[in-house]
């Protein structure tokens, strides 16, 4: 059974930082891009970030660019999002998500309908 599963949320005041984890069982994804999205109440989900197989693309919307990275550890079969000099309007619940085509990175990872796997969610509260 394949399960990705987050942990790192919690409240931190704006201008702070958390680091999200997320851990994939069940398969490998290290052929697989992953990504990072968010939904806060009352709005549709929003894609974060996205990383390649071998981490070295990565990309992320406006919103968040120069404030959060995203990273992989392949044999930790983990992908991490750091989220630094947060904002309150960064409050989301936040998932991570793996496509499960191989070898790939485009900019259509930007859509939650490319990723076949998404974990529970962790929420993340930034206080103003």
């Known amino acids: 059974q394949v399960q990705l599963v987050e942990s790192g949320g919690g409240l931190v005041q704006a201008g702070g930082s958390l680091r999200l984890s997320c851990a994939a069982s069940?398969?490998?994804?290290?052929?697989?891009?992953m990504g990072w999205f968010r939904q806060a109440p009352g709005k549709e989900r929003e894609f974060v970030a996205a990383?390649?197989?071998?981490?070295?693309?990565?990309d992320y919307p406006d919103s968040v660019k120069g404030r959060f990275t995203i990273s992989r550890d392949n044999a930790k079969n983990t992908v991490y999002l750091q989220m630094n000099n947060l904002k309150p309007e960064d409050t989301a619940v936040y998932y991570c998500?793996?496509?499960?085509?191989?070898?790939?990175?485009?900019?259509?990872?930007?859509?939650?309908?490319?990723?076949?796997?998404w974990g529970q969610g962790t929420q993340v509260t930034v206080s103003s």
């Open positions: 998500a793996a496509q499960d085509r191989l070898f790939y990175s485009g900019s259509d990872w930007r859509y939650g309908s490319q990723y076949a796997y």
């Open positions: 069940g398969r490998t994804f290290a052929y697989n891009a």
């Open positions: 990383i390649s197989w071998t981490g070295s693309n990565t």
